[in-house]
């Protein structure tokens, strides 16, 4: 995929992340936030200034993904048993 495509792609992100976590698709968001990751991560495009500023919203998104996979996890947890073992409140 050539870098144009690639940033095109990489604009949408903060979009598609913030509707998908709006519309409690937790799973999904992650999904979106981790390819967006590995792609602005890959080399030919790290030298586009232009990126900087998503790279800086993503980077603050990788604690949102954190958080994210912890609350799937848990649910996870609690509908395959029937309890919660995390300690608090889940």
Known sequence: MST???RQQLQL???KLEARISEKRFLTAVEVLSEAM???KQPELMEIGALQDLR???GNQETVGSILMRF???TDSILVTG???GGGTP
């Open 4 to 6: 144009d495509k690639y």
């Open 13 to 15: 992100v903060p979009e």
């Open 38 to 40: 590995r792609v602005i």
């Open 56 to 58: 800086i919203y993503l």
């Open 72 to 74: 799937l996890c848990v």
């Open 83 to 85: 309890r919660y073992f």
